[in-house]
């Protein structure tokens, strides 16, 4: 049911999404005549605030999906290195662009993390002797949620990445449980065991940045 659920949400959001982008299309075609290439990357600003709010929640849903379907180790290793990839280049993002202090704080406690625990699966695959490779490109999903805080304005930057970090985390937590649960690879259902508690304690300093945040705005509203 829970799938069923998830795949309703995907398809609703797509649509969403689809009927924005279809509104802009006439402010946004370029009038040179040019095209964006692969290469060129989104300016701050660039980026509708409730067109990224929709596609970051399909690429959420997708990702809660994937790793509630993931216990095979090819997929489980290509998930967790992606998120860790996206985890350390989102971090070098929000510190170069946050506004708040705790949120560059956490950012990088991200690039730190994030960067030993890929050190640590590949480790892993080493002692089981598995022939597995980690990724070193980012996938659709992921490029797309680094675009979205790349285009972000500068308002919304914070809510943004925070809004990001949350999904990510809720997925990451899912799918190193359920490795550690129903995984094959012994060495690699240690190192996703050992990884779940990292990811919650992660979750934790999220949760109490994001409510500091809030009370923050609600205190600046009141006044």
């Not at 030993?116 to 590949?122: A, I, K, P």
């Not at 070193?136 to 790349?150: C, E, G, I, P, Y």
């Not at 690879?185 to 949760?207: C, G, H, S």
């Amino acid at each position: 049911m829970r799938k069923q659920l998830l795949y309703g949400t995907i398809a609703a959001l797509g649509l969403t999404i689809a009927a924005c982008d279809q509104n802009k299309t006439s402010s946004n075609t370029p009038t040179s005549g040019g095209t964006q290439t692969a290469s060129q990357e989104p300016a701050p600003g660039s980026k509708n605030e409730t067109v990224s709010a929709a596609t970051d929640a399909v690429a959420g849903a997708e990702g809660t999906l994937n790793a509630e379907l993931t216990s095979f180790t090819k997929g489980f290793v290509e998930d967790a290195s992606m998120g860790d990839m996206y985890e350390v280049e989102a971090g070098k993002i929000a510190l170069a662009r946050a506004g708040s202090d705790d949120i560059k704080k956490f950012a990088q406690a991200m690039i730190d993390t994030h960067t030993q625990m890929t050190n640590e699966l590949n480790a892993a695959l080493k002692r089981s002797g598995s022939a597995l490779s980690i990724p070193v490109a980012f996938d659709t999903r992921h490029q797309s949620m680094l675009d979205d805080l790349k285009g972000a304005k500068a308002e919304d930057f914070d809510g943004r990445y925070i809004a990001q970090q949350r999904k990510a985390h809720q997925e990451a937590l899912i799918l190193m449980r359920g490795y550690a649960k129903d995984g094959v690879n012994p060495e690699v259902k240690i190192f996703a065991d050992m990884t779940v508690p990292k990811v919650q304690m992660d979750r934790d300093m999220l949760k109490a940045i994001e409510d500091a945040h809030k009370k923050d705005q609600r205190h600046a509203e009141n006044r």
